[in-house]
C-alpha cells in the first residue's frame, strides 16, 4: 500500500521537507528527527512515513520499521536512561496527529549540563 499523506500535517511536511528538520535516520517506511522543543538533549522523534492519527491505526510492517530506529537512535546517542514515549489522542497528550514515538534521554545528575 503506498503510503497514505495529509497536506496540513506538519509531519508529514517535515517527511517531504516542506518543514525544515533535523534529520537522524531515514528508512523507506520512517523518518526521525530532533524535537523542536527538547525534553532533554538529544530527545528526538521517530515517525511512519504513512499518515496515521494513531498506533492502533498503523500498518503493522511501518509499525515494525519505527521500534529498530528508535533503537539505533538510543545507541547512538549512548543514553542508559531514556523514555520511549508513544501518545494516543488529547486525553492522552497526542499534540500532533501523526504517529510518532519519542526517544528521550534522561541524562543523570553527573552528566555533562546543554
Ligand atoms: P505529542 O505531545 O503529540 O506526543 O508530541 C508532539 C511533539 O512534536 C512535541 O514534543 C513537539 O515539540 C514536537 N513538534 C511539534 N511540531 C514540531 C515541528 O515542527 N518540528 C519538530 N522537530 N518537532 C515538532
Ligand atoms: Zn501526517
Known amino acids: 500500500m503506498a503510503a497514505r499523506t495529509l497536506a496540513s500535517c506538519i509531519f ?6 516542506e518543514i525544515p528538520s533535523f534529520k537522524l535516520i531515514e528508512t523507506d517506511l520512517s523518518y526521525s528527527f530532533l ?3 527538547p525534553l532533554s538533549k538529544g530527545h528526538a522523534l521517530v ?3 504513512d499518515h496515521t492519527v494513531k498506533m492502533h ?3 503493522d510492517n511501518y509499525l515494525a520499521d519505527v521500534l529498530p530506529v528508535a533503537k539505533k537512535i538510543a545507541v547512538a546517542l ?8 508513544q501518545n494516543n489522542g488529547r486525553i492522552a497528550h497526542q499534540e500532533v496527529d ?4 519519542h526517544v528521550i534521554p ?3 545528575a553527573t ?3 546543554g
Open 12 to 17: 508529514c511536511k517535515i517527511i517531504k521537507g
Open 106 to 108: 534522561k541524562p543523570s
Open 57 to 59: 491505526e498503523l500498518p
Open 47 to 49: 515517525i511512519p512515513k
Open 98 to 101: 501523526h504517529v510518532h514515538f
Open 111 to 113: 552528566d555533562e549540563e
Open 35 to 37: 524535537d523542536i522543543g
Open 78 to 85: 549512548g543514553a542508559e536512561n531514556y523514555n520511549i514515549l
